[in-house]
């Protein structure tokens, strides 16, 4: 009976510890210059983050391999490079967790005369155990790689491009063995002038072929840019391909295998395109291994310079993707950046999207998100770049949970005071998200911030920027009330300012 008891009471601490989410948002500069984070994996004991920065010896742009523990401390970071050449990572999800322990990273190395496609192998700790160069057999001008992957025959697939000539490049797909020695070697393209064509995103197929995403436009017209996937055979025979742009420019495509075998692609597509600046959806299409359209569809609102960084299939059979927007019908600076998370099901209906910052004071924060791992505890953590016009582009990391809320009870209707710093002074909103009233708390700072000598206006926006309320805070008043009744369920957006500047912005959500 006792033994039955400490088992089950094991069982119950196991399952409440895995219940139980952390949450971070950091950011990190090993070398105090500036850090990119372009990919991240989870370990055992926390998360592993590939990036490029610049060498504190040598001042040459390098890789680096950087670890955190599970609660987002820094733990350690090693950083390859040397005094003459220049070292980068590839596209965003560049870095790949092999079975039998330690990962891959794809990119290149820039030497005085060509660069070389780079294939970097890591051990668990982040010590380079080796790295393989790929030079280019016909024209000798240059390859890099964009991204890459673990096989069923724990060898590696790799894509980018190798340049043919001047304004002229084609796509690059090499499969190796667990050494990185290299099996063959596929080009796809042609030598017309102007012809241009990346290979972004690989993986292998349920029947050992390969689903490959890539970027083609001509030199001089970026309107022309579509984002293509093609699938190949095991030795990198052409099968079909599915142009998933349209009329405007659009952006690089990412895939991922499907969690039933299907293929699974994601971009982000133009609706439009004024003076040069393009508008775009989210938009994920779920494929056959024939290449039939099975399910497609947009999400969100189009925004200005949307970007689908990344897609992978998520805890529960849906898809969990990553990304950033600019901030263009929205309250606020038009140049401000939004790192965002989206997840659907598995028939591509939409189930949240949420958007974060590490730096939401200034009118110019640039927040930016590039690739996602699934947490241990059923939550996320996605990474990208951090910076502002004064503060340098540093690593930023985030941790979230398996609703995507950045602080416990953003989606639960529990309230938990986690307050929004501007300046001096904290603006709260709670309960988040809100029935039917949704309470604002002023906590008042120093009167030399202007805040209690000048007349203070909260404003309430939905997410296409249409005012829905505003309302004169009397001076000395710290708490106001809103009945939000009358709203639509949705995301809405609160601006406090005076008659000087704005004082803080934060988001909440009506249920």
């Given at each position: 009976?006792?033994?039955?008891?400490?088992?089950?009471?094991?069982?119950?601490?196991?399952?409440?510890?895995?219940?139980?989410?952390?949450?971070?948002?950091?950011?990190?500069?090993?070398?105090?210059?500036?850090?990119?984070?372009?990919?991240?994996?989870?370990?055992?004991?926390?998360?592993?983050?590939?990036?490029?920065?610049?060498?504190?010896?040598?001042?040459?742009?390098?890789?680096?391999?950087?670890?955190?523990?599970?609660?987002?401390?820094?733990?350690?970071?090693?950083?390859?490079?040397?005094?003459?050449?220049?070292?980068?990572?590839?596209?965003?999800?560049?870095?790949?967790?092999?079975?039998?322990?330690?990962?891959?990273?794809?990119?290149?190395?820039?030497?005085?005369?060509?660069?070389?496609?780079?294939?970097?192998?890591?051990?668990?700790?982040?010590?380079?155990?080796?790295?393989?160069?790929?030079?280019?057999?016909?024209?000798?001008?240059?390859?890099?790689?964009?991204?890459?992957?673990?096989?069923?025959?724990?060898?590696?697939?790799?894509?980018?491009?190798?340049?043919?000539?001047?304004?002229?490049?084609?796509?690059?797909?090499?499969?190796?063995?667990?050494?990185?020695?290299?099996?063959?070697?596929?080009?796809?393209?042609?030598?017309?002038?102007?012809?241009?064509?990346?290979?972004?995103?690989?993986?292998?197929?349920?029947?050992?072929?390969?689903?490959?995403?890539?970027?083609?436009?001509?030199?001089?017209?970026?309107?022309?840019?579509?984002?293509?996937?093609?699938?190949?055979?095991?030795?990198?025979?052409?099968?079909?391909?599915?142009?998933?742009?349209?009329?405007?420019?659009?952006?690089?495509?990412?895939?991922?295998?499907?969690?039933?075998?299907?293929?699974?692609?994601?971009?982000?597509?133009?609706?439009?395109?004024?003076?040069?600046?393009?508008?775009?959806?989210?938009?994920?299409?779920?494929?056959?291994?024939?290449?039939?359209?099975?399910?497609?569809?947009?999400?969100?609102?189009?925004?200005?310079?949307?970007?689908?960084?990344?897609?992978?299939?998520?805890?529960?059979?849906?898809?969990?993707a990553t990304g950033y927007r600019r901030n263009y019908f929205h309250p606020g600076s038009?140049?401000?950046?939004?790192?965002?998370?989206?997840?659907?099901?598995?028939?591509?209906?939409?189930?949240?999207?949420?958007?974060?910052?590490?730096?939401?004071?200034?009118?110019?924060?640039?927040?930016?998100?590039?690739?996602?791992?699934?947490?241990?505890?059923?939550?996320?953590?996605?990474?990208?770049?951090?910076?502002?016009?004064?503060?340098?582009?540093?690593?930023?990391?985030?941790?979230?949970?398996?609703?995507?809320?950045?602080?416990?009870?953003?989606?639960?209707?529990?309230?938990?005071?986690?307050?929004?710093?501007?300046?001096?002074?904290?603006?709260?909103?709670?309960?988040?998200?809100?029935?039917?009233?949704?309470?604002?708390?002023?906590?008042?700072?120093?009167?030399?911030?202007?805040?209690?000598?000048?007349?203070?206006?909260?404003?309430?926006?939905?997410?296409?920027?249409?005012?829905?309320?505003?309302?004169?805070?009397?001076?000395?008043?710290?708490?106001?009330?809103?009945?939000?009744?009358?709203?639509?369920?949705g995301i809405y957006i609160a601006v406090l300012k005076n008659e000087k500047r704005m004082?803080?912005?934060?988001?909440?959500v009506v249920k």
């Amino acid at each position: 009976m006792k033994t039955k008891f400490i088992f089950i009471l094991l069982i119950f601490n196991m399952c409440f510890a895995k219940g139980q989410s952390t949450y971070f948002n950091n950011i990190y500069n090993p070398n105090n210059i500036f850090a990119i984070a372009l990919s991240v994996e989870a370990t055992e004991e926390g998360y592993v983050v590939f990036g490029v920065t610049r060498d504190s010896t040598y001042y040459s742009r390098s890789v680096f391999f950087m670890s955190l523990d599970s609660i987002g401390n820094f733990q350690s970071c090693k950083t390859i490079s040397d005094s003459i050449n220049t070292y980068w990572g590839g596209y965003y999800g560049s870095l790949a967790k092999i079975n039998s322990g330690g990962f891959i990273a794809a990119g290149h190395i820039t030497h005085p005369d060509m660069s070389i496609a780079t294939l970097y192998r890591f051990d668990d700790l982040g010590d380079t155990l080796w790295t393989r160069q790929y030079t280019d057999p016909i024209s000798n001008m240059g390859t890099r790689f964009m991204h890459c992957n673990v096989t069923s025959d724990n060898g590696f697939i790799l894509t980018g491009y190798r340049n043919v000539k001047l304004y002229n490049s084609n796509i690059i797909l090499i499969k190796t063995d667990s050494l990185g020695n290299e099996l063959f070697c596929c080009d796809y393209g042609d030598t017309t002038y102007g012809n241009i064509e990346h290979g972004y995103s690989v993986v292998q197929t349920p029947d050992e072929g390969f689903f490959l995403g890539y970027y083609h436009y001509y030199a001089g017209a970026s309107y022309t840019a579509d984002p293509i996937v093609m699938k190949l055979d095991s030795i990198g025979n052409f099968e079909w391909e599915l142009n998933l742009g349209g009329p405007y420019q659009e952006l690089p495509p990412h895939v991922c295998l499907g969690n039933d075998g299907t293929l699974i692609a994601g971009a982000s597509v133009a609706d439009s395109s004024i003076q040069g600046n393009i508008y775009s959806r989210i938009y994920i299409t779920k494929l056959s291994v024939t290449g039939n359209v099975i399910w497609e569809n947009k999400y969100c609102q189009t925004e200005f310079s949307n970007f689908l960084n990344n897609i992978y299939p998520d805890h529960d059979g849906g898809y969990i993707a990553t990304g950033y927007r600019r901030n263009y019908f929205h309250p606020g600076s038009i140049w401000n950046e939004y790192g965002w998370l989206l997840k659907i099901d598995e028939n591509g209906d939409s189930v949240w999207y949420r958007e974060y910052q590490y730096y939401s004071v200034t009118d110019d924060d640039y927040n930016k998100l590039y690739d996602l791992c699934l947490a241990p505890d059923g939550g996320y953590v996605t990474v990208g770049q951090a910076s502002t016009w004064t503060e340098p582009q540093t690593a930023w990391v985030i941790k979230v949970d398996s609703l995507g809320c950045d602080t416990p009870g953003c989606a639960t209707g529990v309230y938990i005071p986690v307050p929004q710093v501007v300046g001096n002074e904290a603006f709260l909103l709670y309960p988040n998200p809100a029935n039917s009233a949704l309470n604002c708390r002023l906590q008042i700072a120093s009167p030399a911030y202007g805040w209690a000598d000048c007349k203070s206006l909260l404003l309430i926006y939905d997410m296409i920027g249409r005012k829905m309320e505003e309302l004169q805070i009397p001076k000395g008043q710290e708490l106001v009330r809103i009945d939000v009744s009358s709203y639509p369920a949705g995301i809405y957006i609160a601006v406090l300012k005076n008659e000087k500047r704005m004082l803080g912005r934060r988001k909440f959500v009506v249920k």
